[in-house]
């Protein structure tokens, strides 16, 4: 007989939205073993992103037209330019010369580890060591906007 957290991690994979947030360890089996950006995005959760993010809010706002923190408002960042998402803001030339838009990978990437993504990069932010937990601030990034 499947064990009750097989039951669960699949149950979870069908309907991701209704995972809650102690379904975490059921959601990570379902992404399968070393998963990438975009099969964390499938088990991600938008609201575990929204709890995670008040390790963002002391200095970023995410809502729409809200004023810059010590960062960038945030609201409509997944997709924009790369420091570029709030026009008021001072951005390093670190992080401008990065280039490109905000991709889920680069993002990804940029929230694992933003001294290795941009060097000399202002956000004084150490980083989010779980994948899992990056893929849930993407997701509540993404109802952003
Ligand atoms: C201690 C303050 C601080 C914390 C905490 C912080 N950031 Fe930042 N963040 C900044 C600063 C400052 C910048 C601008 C960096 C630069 O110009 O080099 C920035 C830039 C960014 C950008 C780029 C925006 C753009 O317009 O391209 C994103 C995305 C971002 N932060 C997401 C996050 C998320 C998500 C978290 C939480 C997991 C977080 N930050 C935590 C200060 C912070």
């Not at 990570?28 to 073993?33: E, I, K, L, T, V």
């Not at 990438?36 to 390790?55: K, Q, W």
Request: charge should be positive.
């Amino acid at each position: 007989m499947p064990s009750r957290s097989i039951i669960l991690a699949i149950a979870c994979a069908l309907t991701v939205t209704a995972c809650a947030p102690d379904d975490r360890e059921a959601r990570r089996r379902a992404a399968g073993p070393t998963p990438s950006v975009a099969a964390l995005s499938r088990v991600a959760s938008a609201a575990a992103g929204a709890r995670l993010f008040t390790r963002c809010s002391a200095c970023h706002s995410v809502g729409r037209g809200a004023p810059d923190f010590g960062g960038p408002n945030l609201f409509g960042v997944m997709g924009s330019e790369v420091a570029q998402n709030s026009q008021r803001f001072a951005y390093t030339a670190a992080l401008q010369k990065v280039g490109g838009r905000w991709t889920p990978e680069r993002m990804d990437a940029w929230l694992a580890d933003p001294q290795r993504f941009a060097p000399g990069t202002a956000m004084g932010f150490a980083g989010l060591a779980d994948p899992l937990d990056r893929a849930d601030v993407i997701a509540y990034l993404q109802t952003k906007r």
